[in-house]
């Protein structure tokens, strides 16, 4: 089991900048894939990017694609979301979310853990 803890939401002007990390518990980190899903409100949960075990593969939404970078240092068991050129759009609850690697990896109920969530908000 992993216990997720997501930091460095807040808010910021459109075209600006944030990194949201997330730190997991235990010593198996490197046992899952990581991904990162947003919830607006009034809308549902969706995926936003993902990286596998070793970092060497990614996957991300085509809304993010090109300004969201997703990174992961299993040394220090934390998984990173770069997000530039932030829109009002990417205003939401931003959470982390782990799973043991499999092949589905954009639906939420594929991530058995899951982290408390982190606010950001992007004014216009």
């Known amino acids: 089991q992993v216990q997720l803890v997501e930091s460095g939401g807040g808010l910021v002007q459109a075209g600006g900048s944030l990194r949201l990390s997330c730190a997991a518990s235990?010593?198996?980190?490197?046992?899952?894939?990581m991904g990162w899903f947003r919830q607006a409100p009034g809308k549902e949960r969706e995926f936003v990017a993902r990286i596998s075990r070793n970092g060497g593969s990614t996957a991300y939404a085509d809304s993010v694609k090109g300004r969201f970078t997703i990174s992961r240092d299993n040394a220090k068991n934390t998984v990173y979301l770069q997000m530039n050129s932030l829109k009002p759009e990417d205003t939401a609850v931003y959470f982390c979310?782990?799973?043991?690697?499999?092949?589905?990896?954009?639906?939420?109920?594929?991530?058995?853990?899951w982290g408390q969530g982190t606010q950001v908000t992007v004014s216009s």
């Open positions: 235990g010593r198996t980190f490197s046992s899952y894939a």
């Open positions: 979310a782990a799973q043991i690697q499999i092949s589905t990896f954009t639906a939420p109920r594929a991530y058995p853990y």
